[in-house]
């Protein structure tokens, strides 16, 4: 099994700035993406980022590209959500998750049926 302990969310001012942490734990893999999904109150969960073990490939949703980055750190047990320029419409609950598997460049794992393991997920909220 996989622990996905999500950290880093809160309350923040339109325009404001957050970095969402996913600290992974329990069984490794030689091959797994991590990814970002949210979801806000009364609609599905939505892909936002994913990362590739490697850390060297990287897929962003186009209505968070250029705000978002998605990065991990040199031991590959942590990943984060760099959040700028937040708006009102960024408000979601937030979710890490990960994916056993090769990231593949031609084909982008945006799917929440398509990662195996999940976090509690935490709450990010951007007022106006």
């Known amino acids: 099994q996989v622990q996905l302990v999500e950290s880093g969310g809160g309350l923040v001012q339109a325009g404001g700035s957050l970095r969402l942490s996913c600290a992974a734990s329990?069984?490794?893999?030689?091959?797994?993406?991590m990814g970002w999904f949210r979801q806000a109150p009364g609609k599905e969960r939505e892909f936002v980022a994913a990362i590739s073990r490697s850390g060297d490939n990287t897929h962003t949703t186009d209505s968070v590209k250029g705000r978002f980055t998605i990065s991990s750190d040199n031991a590959k047990t942590t990943v984060y959500l760099q959040m700028n320029s937040l708006k009102p419409e960024d408000t979601a609950v937030y979710y890490c998750?990960?994916?056993?598997?090769?990231?593949?460049?031609?084909?982008?794992?945006?799917?929440?049926?398509?990662?195996?393991?999940w976090g509690q997920g935490t709450q990010v909220t951007v007022s106006s």
């Open positions: 998750a990960a994916r056993v598997g090769l990231y593949s460049s031609s084909y982008h794992y945006t799917g929440e049926g398509e990662y195996d393991y």
């Open positions: 329990g069984r490794t893999f030689s091959r797994y993406i």
